[in-house]
């Protein structure tokens, strides 16, 4: 009896999402342009707006890390990587103990793959800040990014167990990734997870589509937003995790190509969208 009831609360979970995905129309594609566009447009207009403050020469130094801080980020959007690591370096000089630059830093260095001097700013974060939960997700990708997913699951576990709200729900879906692709995969977390959340709310087509109970297409369509880069956003997770699901079920050739769609919304400032770009690399045999 409790068997069929689980399989019918499945079916019907499945069904709600189904129609949901059936009622979210597909945005034509000049939307996306245009979102891709104004995201990019932002991000420049953020890094000349910090160089105006910080050229004017009128911040404490407070002001004026934080000025910097932003334009790193800006830059880091913009894929100016060199940029962004001077602007977090001023920043850094100016503030020594603030967590949050070092982890911006770390993310830039984690992006060049050079792992050495991520995992020593992600060490400061930490020093400085014993429970930041970022902090523990950027570890875990460091080791995920280097193959190490024993080392990744134990990151990440830190991450869920300082996380809650929808960090702690994106935090099981890293964990459950690094637990699988460790060959130590299980479900029962996510099903637990998924019997929390109403499934209306998002990323719940992600653990169902984790879980077997929504086809990848069903979980892609169920992102769809009448906002463009609500979608967009939505878009560059969901596609990053059906590549995972892929690899996880050992199919790289639709895994490849789920990654190269997350790649290809230009979200650059999601960490789905650089893990998905690592992916590619390893894929093609990069170290």
Known sequence: M???LTL???LILSSLLLIAAARSEELPAEAYAAAKA???????RMADRMTKRIDAGDLDDLQLAEAFRNRGVARNYLLDYAGALKDFDRAIELQQVTAQYYE??????LKLRDYAKADADLEMTLGLDSKRASAFREKGRLAAYQGDYDRAAMEFGRAVQNSSGEAAVYGALWLHIALARAGRGQQTML???AAQLNPGAWPYPVLLMFLGEASVQTA???????????????????WFYAGEKY???GDTEHAREAFKAAVATQVTDFFEYDWATRELER???GR
């Open 247 to 249: 690899l996880i079920d």
């Open 191 to 193: 099903k637990d997870l």
């Open 220 to 238: 892609i369509q169920a992102a769809g937003s009448p906002v463009a880069e609500q979608a967009l956003m939505r878009r560059c997770e969901t």
């Open 283 to 285: 894929l093609d045999g």
């Open 8 to 10: 019918l609360l499945s």
């Open 38 to 44: 104004a995201r990019h447009d932002a991000a420049v």
């Open 2 to 4: 409790a068997r069929m």
């Open 104 to 109: 911006d830093r770390a993310i830039v260095y």
